[in-house]
């Protein structure tokens, strides 16, 4: 289940954290934004909470669960539904077992709780004070529970059960002395004393240097009743092993000199380290409890920049402690090309570091290898082989003890090492990277100026590299403003330039990496850089005239070399950094024809793809009759292996723009206003209103500059299916008007139709209801026979049309067609409109119950298909349906859900008619207040975007609650709105003049 942005997330979680508990919109935005929250913080919560919700309802199990309050929300969920609480009540259970000196069955409760913990809670969600204190609150928890699960294991003579536990907590936790105590006692029942003393002496380190402080008095004794323990054992041991001898030995050629403690070779560490703590504290951990045969060893990967080293370093630098006989570390160079160190020379340095003198390192590599492991496994040394090449330099090197870590880094991904998963680094968090600017630059000037930091820290991408180098450069011009900065660093007018120049700089570590690169990978490499999106195998392999296999092989080496970024569905993009010097490269090397074929190859495959995506919804449409024959550029790609639908293009609608951008920039026309069209019936279905306005007018733009007359004119048409929703009538006019004049000046009369249809609407929506009918009925007959099969798409405006007008009965004949129509074709998206157009005649006709049976089905539809233009109507329709059998609270649920959806998709009309029907329902279930807020809206907005009918009916229900307490200003009103609505033809005008005379004759004139 997709849980939305972050920010979404955290809603969710402060919410499962108070289960059945209304949580107040205060506490949501004080989790979310501690320090300063946006004027728009309400609104984004409320945005937040409907996502979440409309999640949920996707799901049977989850309706009715995430409820709206006053002044916030509730999770209707049990506390022992949520496994956290569960857990925790299973713990506390336990422990008062326990102190009812019931241990057999508090050890068998807390045995069954222990699955309930699946880790830190809320991992990956950004955590304000309340809920960080709740995760701190039950890690805490957790870690009693585990101790006093080991201690009953212990007191019921089950060590083998207990000691598991304890490594895992002591490995996590290593000054943790309750944990220590308990590790302690369990192997030395297990007479395993030495191991024991050995866990002492590894904690006691830890606190020395993490801490500055001693193991607490529990701890020292029982270290030293075990340390005596062993002393007195020793003599005896001494004198078997002697056989009576003075019991002298020799010391053998590999046992080290462990008195040496300076074998310090690791590079002078950062003056602040910053960010990845987590990740150092599981890498330090994790060496730390190093158990079994084998050494442990890191590998960490990422791209140039991302701090590989500085992490490497930092990890070892904490070891250093528990591992005194050396830290060691070599530069295998693995990124200079023809200067790669070989493992031989490697073994060399590493040996000289370990003070091996060098008449004793052979000259045989394999003896050198055995010299190199024998010394290791008499020490305890921490080795850093930074910049690796690829697994057979690193092999070498690694020891076969366990004496020793082994650190590794390396731009390339070591596949052929079987070592566990790596630690690859992605960039630093915006937090991180402004905290990281703030050492670089000066916390003072970074905390006078958060926003232009955080931009600053946008810009270079996040990466620690470039962070660092721009941080130096205002840490030596102390009079430099940042905002002043990142105005330099948006205009990006130096390119790369801007983070350093010579050796030290971002450019110098991408080439680095691009240097070694074949030919072809190069060229691959630097036309990635050409988009700012993504891309798919097929993408690449027709942008670079590769065979779909090439592509997807060249991809696999870039992502292994940190070059390009894999996500997990297939897609490949470029950190932006990498992207800008792909593209500095690109305009450096190849020519502007090569570019613009590239180019042109490209937008073809996209948009063959985006044909095929869409093929469900413009199959009843003939969209090649409006974008002419586009035979795909490379058939044997299409659409290559990957899956496209209409998943495909809500996952790629952002890209998808971003290609329609690219084709405008470049000024290659044709793709530009193709694709725009293309893609129109998917923005529009689901709502993206803004998303047709933006394409559009770049594709009317292009189909101008292309001399393309026909072109013009199907832009206009359906730029003005946008202006319409968004309530920009006048605009939507004067564009359907200029394409009509086009499409009669060619005499092409299936667009005569198609433009009228819409005109039709745009009538409907400003409250001609009369010319929007004869608008539609013309269109109906305007259609040429070839055409036919457009009917379906114009019955729907015919019928709405005649429903505002209150013929309900020819409303519903033509409804019934439309629905007809589409259950032949099998579009159940329009199956779903045709229902809830029926449900709504059914409401204005009293007949509530049969429109929710309807109306039902159409949202079962709408959640099938994912279109939710039109839900946004049904459901206002349906809160009217609910009112009119009584089911006020349902009928304000569903009201608050049609105006989340508008306020989602901008549809100004059906946010005119929901609150206007929120308003009846409120007066009806007796919140008179809300009701006349919810008509203020409705009418504010209805003369905003110049709906008569909606301002009357706004104006009709205030009048209605001024009856009483000011007769005279609710007449007025009714008198308005009566000047408002007989023009529009609508019925309600009766039920108007009724009122109006009814209060005439209550309130005589003077």
Same mark, same amino acid.
């Given at each position: 289940?997709?849980?939305?942005?972050?920010?979404?997330?955290?809603?969710?979680?402060?919410?499962?954290?108070?289960?059945?508990?209304?949580?107040?919109?205060?506490?949501?935005?004080?989790?979310?934004?501690?320090?300063?929250?946006?004027?728009?913080?309400?609104? =984004?919560?409320?945005?937040?909470?409907?996502?979440?919700?409309?999640?949920?309802?996707?799901?049977?199990?989850?309706?009715?669960?995430?409820?709206?309050?006053?002044?916030?929300?509730?999770?209707?969920?049990?506390?022992?539904?949520?496994?956290?609480?569960?857990?925790?009540?299973?713990?506390?259970?336990?422990?008062?077992?326990?102190?009812?000196?019931?241990?057999?069955?508090?050890?068998?409760?807390?045995?069954?709780?222990?699955?309930?913990?699946?880790?830190?809670?809320?991992?990956?969600?950004?955590?304000?004070?309340?809920? /960080?204190?709740?995760?701190?609150?039950? @890690? $805490?928890?957790?870690?009693?529970?585990? !101790?006093?699960?080991?201690?009953?294991?212990?007191?019921?003579?089950?060590?083998?059960?207990?000691?598991?536990?304890?490594?895992?907590?002591?490995?996590?936790?290593?000054?943790?002395?309750?944990?220590?105590?308990?590790?302690?006692?369990?192997?030395?029942?297990?007479?395993?004393?030495?191991?024991?003393?050995?866990?002492?002496?590894?904690?006691?380190?830890?606190?020395?240097?993490?801490?500055?402080?001693?193991?607490?008095?529990?701890?020292?004794?029982?270290?030293?009743?075990?340390?005596?323990?062993?002393?007195?054992?020793?003599?005896?041991?001494?004198?078997?092993?002697?056989?009576?001898?003075?019991?002298?030995? +020799?010391?053998?050629?590999?046992?080290?000199?462990?008195?040496?403690?300076?074998?310090?070779?690791?590079?002078?560490?950062?003056?602040?380290?910053?960010?990845?703590?987590?990740?150092?504290?599981?890498?330090?951990?994790?060496?730390?409890?190093?158990?079994?045969?084998?050494?442990?060893?890191?590998?960490?990967?990422?791209?140039?920049?991302?701090?590989?080293?500085?992490?490497?370093?930092?990890?070892?630098?904490?070891?250093?402690?528990?591992?005194?006989?050396?830290?060691?570390?070599?530069?295998?160079?693995?990124?200079?090309?023809?200067?790669?160190?070989?493992?031989?020379?490697?073994?060399?340095?590493?040996?000289?570091?370990?003070?091996?003198? /060098?008449?004793?390192?052979? *000259?045989?590599?394999?003896?050198?290898?055995?010299?190199?492991?024998? $010394?290791?496994?008499?020490?305890?040394?921490?080795?850093?082989?930074?910049?690796?090449?690829?697994?057979?330099?690193?092999?070498?090197?690694?020891? *076969?003890?366990?004496?020793?870590?082994?650190?590794?880094?390396?731009?390339?991904?070591?596949?052929?090492?079987?070592?566990?998963?790596? $630690?690859?680094?992605?960039? #630093?968090?915006?937090?991180?990277?402004?905290?990281?600017?703030?050492?670089?630059?000066?916390?003072?000037?970074?905390?006078? !100026?958060?926003?232009?930091?955080?931009?600053? *820290?946008?810009?270079?991408?996040? #990466?620690?590299?470039?962070?660092?180098?721009?941080?130096?450069?205002?840490?030596?011009?102390?009079?430099?403003?940042?905002?002043?900065?990142?105005?330099?660093?948006?205009? %990006?007018?130096?390119?790369?330039?801007?983070?350093?120049?010579?050796?030290?700089?971002?450019?110098?570590?991408?080439?680095?990496?691009?240097?070694?690169?074949?030919?072809?990978?190069?060229?691959?490499?630097?036309?990635?850089?050409?988009?700012?999106?993504?891309?798919?195998?097929?993408?690449?392999?027709?942008?670079?005239?590769?065979?779909?296999?090439?592509?997807?092989?060249?991809?696999?080496?870039?992502?292994?070399?940190?070059?390009?970024?894999?996500?997990?569905?297939?897609?490949?993009?470029?950190?932006?950094?990498?992207?800008?010097?792909?593209?500095?490269?690109?305009?450096?090397?190849?020519?502007? !024809?090569?570019?613009?074929?590239?180019?042109?190859?490209?937008?073809?495959?996209?948009? @063959?793809?985006?044909?095929?995506?869409?093929?469900?919804?413009?199959?009843?449409?003939?969209?090649?009759?409006?974008?002419?024959?586009?035979?795909? !550029?490379?058939?044997?790609?299409?659409?290559?292996?990957?899956?496209?639908?209409?998943?495909?293009?809500?996952?790629?609608?952002?890209?998808?723009?971003?290609?329609?951008?690219?084709?405008?920039? =470049?000024?290659?026309?044709?793709?530009?206003?193709?694709?725009?069209?293309?893609?129109?019936?998917?923005?529009?279905?689901?709502?993206?209103?803004?998303?047709?306005?933006?394409?559009?007018?770049?594709?009317?733009?292009?189909?101008?500059?292309?001399?393309?007359?026909?072109? *013009?004119?199907?832009?206009?048409?359906?730029?003005?299916?946008?202006?319409?929703?968004?309530?920009?009538?006048?605009?939507?006019?004067?564009?359907?008007?200029?394409? #009509?004049?086009?499409?009669?000046?060619?005499?092409?009369?299936?667009?005569?139709?198609?433009?009228?249809?819409?005109?039709?609407?745009?009538?409907?929506?400003?409250?001609?209801?009369?010319?929007?009918?004869?608008?539609?009925?013309?269109?109906?007959?305007?259609?040429?026979?070839?055409?036919?099969?457009?009917?379906?798409?114009?019955?729907?405006?015919?019928?709405?049309?005649?429903?505002?007008?209150?013929?309900?009965?020819?409303?519903?004949?033509?409804?019934?067609?439309? #629905?007809?129509?589409?259950?032949?074709?099998?579009?159940?998206?329009?199956?779903?409109? +045709?229902?809830?157009?029926?449900?709504?005649?059914?409401?204005?006709?009293?007949?509530?119950?049969?429109?929710?049976?309807?109306?039902?089905?159409?949202?079962?539809?709408?959640?099938?298909?994912?279109?939710?233009?039109?839900?946004?109507?049904?459901?206002?329709?349906?809160?009217?349906?609910?009112?009119?059998?009584?089911?006020?609270?349902?009928?304000?649920? @569903?009201?608050?859900?049609?105006?989340?959806?508008?306020?989602?998709?901008?549809?100004?009309?059906?946010?005119?008619?929901?609150? %206007?029907?929120?308003?009846?329902?409120?007066?009806?279930?007796?919140?008179?207040?809300?009701?006349?807020?919810?008509?203020?809206?409705?009418?504010?907005?209805?003369?905003?975007?110049?709906?008569?009918?909606?301002?009357?009916?706004?104006?009709?229900?205030?009048?209605?609650?001024?009856?009483? +307490?000011?007769?005279?200003?609710?007449?007025?009103?009714?008198?308005?709105?009566?000047?408002?609505?007989?023009?529009?033809?609508?019925?309600?005008?009766?039920?108007?003049?009724?009122?109006?005379?009814?209060?005439?004759?209550?309130?005589?004139?003077?």
């Amino acid at each position: 289940m997709d849980l939305g942005t972050p920010k979404q997330r955290t809603v969710l979680a402060k919410l499962v954290m108070n289960p059945s508990r209304t949580v107040a919109i205060e506490e949501l935005i004080d989790e979310i934004w501690p320090d300063d929250p946006p004027r728009s913080a309400v609104p =984004n919560v409320r945005t937040y909470a409907a996502n979440l919700r409309r999640t949920f309802e996707a799901h049977d199990a989850g309706r009715g669960v995430l409820v709206r309050q006053r002044g916030g929300y509730r999770l209707e969920v049990a506390t022992d539904d949520v496994d956290l609480f569960h857990f925790l009540d299973q713990v506390d259970r336990a422990r008062q077992l326990n102190i009812r000196d019931e241990p057999e069955t508090a050890r068998s409760l807390l045995r069954r709780a222990m699955p309930l913990w699946h880790g830190p809670p809320l991992l990956g969600v950004p955590l304000g004070a309340s809920l /960080a204190a709740d995760v701190a609150a039950a @890690q $805490e928890q957790h870690l009693l529970a585990v !101790e006093i699960l080991a201690d009953l294991h212990l007191a019921a003579d089950r060590v083998e059960e207990a000691l598991p536990l304890l490594w895992r907590t002591v490995a996590t936790h290593p000054m943790r002395e309750p944990a220590l105590l308990l590790l302690m006692t369990a192997l030395h029942r297990r007479g395993d004393v030495t191991s024991a003393i050995s866990v002492f002496r590894s904690a006691a380190r830890v606190m020395r240097t993490e801490l500055g402080v001693e193991p607490g008095p529990d701890l020292r004794r029982l270290h030293q009743e075990m340390t005596e323990q062993r002393l007195a054992a020793v003599p005896a041991a001494v004198s078997a092993a002697s056989g009576g001898s003075d019991g002298s030995s +020799a010391r053998t050629s590999a046992e080290p000199d462990t008195g040496r403690t300076d074998w310090d070779w690791l590079p002078r560490p950062v003056a602040h380290f910053v960010g990845r703590e987590a990740l150092v504290e599981r890498m330090v951990g994790r060496s730390r409890a190093g158990v079994g045969p084998a050494p442990v060893v890191h590998l960490i990967d990422g791209m140039a920049g991302s701090g590989k080293t500085t992490l490497a370093v930092q990890v070892a630098r904490r070891l250093a402690a528990s591992h005194p006989d050396g830290q060691l570390f070599v530069d295998l160079r693995g990124h200079d090309e023809g200067n790669v160190m070989d493992p031989a020379t490697a073994l060399v340095v590493l040996l000289r570091q370990l003070g091996v003198p /060098a008449p004793r390192i052979p *000259v045989d590599v394999d003896e050198r290898r055995g010299l190199w492991r024998r $010394e290791l496994s008499a020490r305890r040394v921490v080795v850093v082989l930074d910049n690796a090449a690829d697994s057979d330099q690193v092999a070498p090197l690694l020891p *076969v003890t366990a004496s020793s870590v082994i650190l590794i880094t390396s731009r390339r991904r070591l596949l052929d090492l079987d070592l566990g998963p790596p $630690e690859s680094l992605s960039v #630093l968090s915006p937090e991180e990277g402004v905290r990281l600017l703030a050492v670089s630059a000066g916390e003072e000037r970074v905390h006078a !100026e958060p926003e232009s930091a955080a931009e600053i *820290v946008r810009n270079c991408g996040y #990466l620690p590299l470039a962070i660092r180098l721009v941080g130096s450069r205002l840490a030596h011009r102390r009079n430099r403003r940042l905002v002043d900065l990142a105005a330099r660093l948006a205009a %990006n007018d130096s390119g790369l330039a801007s983070f350093g120049t010579g050796e030290r700089s971002v450019a110098a570590a991408f080439t680095a990496s691009y240097e070694p690169l074949h030919e072809v990978s190069k060229r691959v490499f630097r036309l990635l850089g050409l988009h700012t999106g993504h891309y798919c195998t097929s993408m690449v392999a027709a942008m670079s005239g590769l065979s779909y296999a090439k592509a997807g092989h060249i991809l696999d080496d870039l992502v292994d070399r940190h070059l390009v970024e894999e996500s997990e569905d297939g897609r490949y993009r470029m950190h932006d950094l990498v992207r800008q010097f792909a593209r500095e490269k690109c305009l450096e090397t190849d020519s502007v !024809e090569v570019r613009r074929a590239a180019l042109a190859s490209l937008l073809d495959q996209v948009m @063959q793809l985006s044909i095929v995506a869409t093929t469900s919804l413009n199959r009843l449409i003939d969209i090649y009759r409006d974008i002419g024959d586009v035979a795909p !550029e490379r058939p044997d790609i299409q659409p290559g292996s990957e899956t496209v639908d209409i998943d495909w293009v809500e996952r790629e609608r952002g890209n998808l723009n971003l290609f329609i951008e690219l084709a405008a920039k =470049n000024s290659l026309h044709g793709y530009t206003w193709k694709m725009a069209r293309v893609l129109w019936r998917f923005y529009y279905v689901r709502g993206y209103f803004e998303d047709i306005q933006r394409t559009h007018e770049l594709g009317l733009a292009a189909a101008e500059q292309a001399g393309d007359g026909r072109a *013009v004119g199907v832009m206009k048409n359906y730029l003005a299916s946008a202006l319409i929703k968004t309530g920009s009538h006048d605009q939507a006019v004067r564009c359907l008007k200029s394409a #009509l004049v086009d499409a009669e000046s060619i005499g092409h009369r299936g667009d005569i139709a198609r433009i009228r249809g819409n005109l039709s609407v745009v009538h409907c929506l400003v409250g001609d209801f009369h010319e929007s009918a004869d608008l539609a009925l013309a269109a109906l007959r305007d259609l040429p026979m070839r055409l036919i099969g457009q009917v379906r798409v114009h019955l729907p405006n015919v019928g709405i049309a005649l429903t505002w007008l209150g013929r309900y009965e020819e409303a519903l004949r033509v409804h019934r067609c439309h #629905l007809l129509w589409a259950r032949v074709e099998g579009d159940r998206y329009q199956i779903a409109n +045709a229902l809830s157009h029926i449900a709504a005649v059914r409401t204005r006709k009293g007949e509530h119950a049969q429109a929710l049976r309807l109306l039902r089905s159409a949202m079962i539809l709408y959640a099938e298909t994912g279109h939710r233009y039109g839900e946004a109507d049904a459901r206002s329709v349906m809160g009217v349906a609910y009112r009119g059998v009584g089911l006020l609270a349902e009928a304000r649920r @569903q009201h608050e859900l049609a105006l989340e959806l508008t306020g989602h998709s901008a549809e100004r009309q059906a946010e005119c008619t929901a609150l %206007n029907e929120f308003g009846l329902t409120l007066a009806a279930d007796g919140d008179i207040d809300a009701a006349v807020r919810a008509h203020r809206r409705a009418l504010d907005l209805a003369v905003r975007i110049d709906n008569r009918y909606e301002q009357a009916r706004a104006l009709a229900g205030l009048a209605e609650h001024l009856l009483g +307490a000011d007769p005279a200003e609710a007449r007025r009103h009714l008198e308005r709105a009566l000047v408002l609505i007989v023009p529009t033809g609508a019925p309600e005008r009766f039920e108007i003049e009724h009122r109006l005379a009814e209060l005439k004759r209550r309130t005589p004139t003077c």
